[in-house]
Nanobody, 116 residues
């Protein structure tokens, strides 16, 4: 089992920045990808970005490319999401997730990001 705890959410004006963090604990040695997802009220869960265990291989949704940066410290079991130039459309509950196989099977409780 893997436990994930997110932090860093909050309220910010459009154009501002926030940094989310996620700390993993438990049986993390098989974790390959860590990712961020988000869900807005009335909308489906949306994948935001992923980072491989090497900390260098990253992928981003087109909607956040160029504005968000994901980083990973595998030794500290931490993944961060730097979000710049935030837009109202970025308002959502953000979840950290990880996987030890083909699908994300461990999820955090989420942290709220509100952009006004």
């Amino acid at each position: 089992q893997v436990q994930l705890v997110e932090s860093g959410g909050g309220s910010v004006q459009a154009g501002g920045s926030l940094r989310l963090s996620c700390v993993a604990s438990g049986n993390t040695h098989n974790s390959n990808y860590m990712g961020w997802f988000r869900q807005s009220p009335g909308k489906e869960m949306e994948w935001v970005c992923s980072v491989y265990s090497d900390g260098e291989t990253t992928f981003y949704a087109d909607s956040v490319k160029g504005r968000f940066t994901v980083s990973r410290d595998s030794a500290a079991n931490t993944v961060n999401l730097q979000m710049n130039n935030l837009e109202s459309e970025d308002t959502a509950l953000y979840y950290c997730a990880t996987r030890d196989g083909a699908a994300y099977n461990y999820w955090g409780q989420g942290t709220q990001v509100t952009v006004s």
